[in-house]
């Protein structure tokens, strides 16, 4: 990571912010969200630090928004909707795959130490980087972030106890079944390229996986060797 003096000020965190967020939550725990530790994270996080100063009007609304290089921030409902189904608990070893813009990197680290994160788009994830860095805290928890296929997993630092996928992908892939730990879970949006159901999946066993289908959902494709380049 950059030293903190090298990367650029994120925008203050004011009291109106903090009111937006707020409502924010409101409007999510109205939608259905109950989990409580997940709705605290939402309020916790300064999602406009992970929008372009001039954009930042649009961070409190419950939606999806460009990032550039074609690629999204998800919409807050979304983002509360797969943590809350993710349940990662403190002592957990997380997986994101699809950093994008970092801020549901940075909501899984309010809920536990131990995140990773693989983006594919090198420029994103570069921009990530220095504003991961700019903006958490320097005491505090701070994820292992890396740039490539994670379609394919983090086998060095497998197994996890829950992994995250952040684009939508055509199955599930196989590197992440084998690197979840017994007992651990895997939350991915599965199906054709405009259309994806969450998928929750299981691993009872060494040999055994249970799969749950949620609420339909909307995705950028996950690229990569199992996604929709494989
Ligand atoms: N979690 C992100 C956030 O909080 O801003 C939003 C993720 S965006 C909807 C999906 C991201 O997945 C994009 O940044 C895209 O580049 C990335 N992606 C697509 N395929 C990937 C792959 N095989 N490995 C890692 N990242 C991938």
């Not at 309020?43 to 609304?61: C, G, S």
């Not at 996890?160 to 590197?175: E, K, N």
């Not at 599965?190 to 998928?199: C, D, I, K, L, T």
Request: proline share 11%; glycine share 10%.
């Amino acid at each position: 990571p950059l030293p903190a003096s090298n990367a650029a000020a994120p925008a203050p965190d004011t009291y109106r912010h903090r009111g937006q967020r707020r409502a924010l939550v409101a409007a999510l725990r109205a939608r259905g969200i109950r989990d409580e530790r997940v709705l605290a994270a939402l309020a916790a996080v300064p999602r406009h630090q992970f929008f372009a100063p001039a954009f930042e009007a649009h961070a409190y609304h419950d939606k999806a928004f460009p990032i550039g290089e074609g690629q999204t921030i998800s919409q807050p409902y979304t983002v509360a909707y797969q943590t809350a189904l993710l349940a990662p608990a403190p002592h957990h070893r997380v997986l994101e795959v699809g950093t994008g813009s970092g801020y549901q990197c940075a909501v899984l680290l309010r809920l536990t130490p131990h995140v990773h994160s693989i983006e594919l788009n090198a420029t994103l994830f570069a921009a990530t980087q220095r504003r991961l860095a700019a903006l958490l805290p320097p005491d505090g928890p701070a994820p292992r972030l890396r740039c490539g296929d994670g379609s394919l997993g983090w086998p060095e630092a497998a197994p996890f106890d829950r992994i995250l996928v952040t684009a939508g992908a055509p199955g599930l892939p196989p590197a992440l079944l084998r690197q979840l730990a017994v007992g651990g879970q895997l939350v991915i949006p599965v199906g054709p390229a405009h259309a994806q159901r969450m998928v929750r999946v299981v691993r009872e066993g060494p040999d055994a996986f249970a799969r749950e289908e949620f609420e339909p959902f909307r995705f950028v494709p996950l690229l990569g060797a199992g996604g929709w380049q494989g």
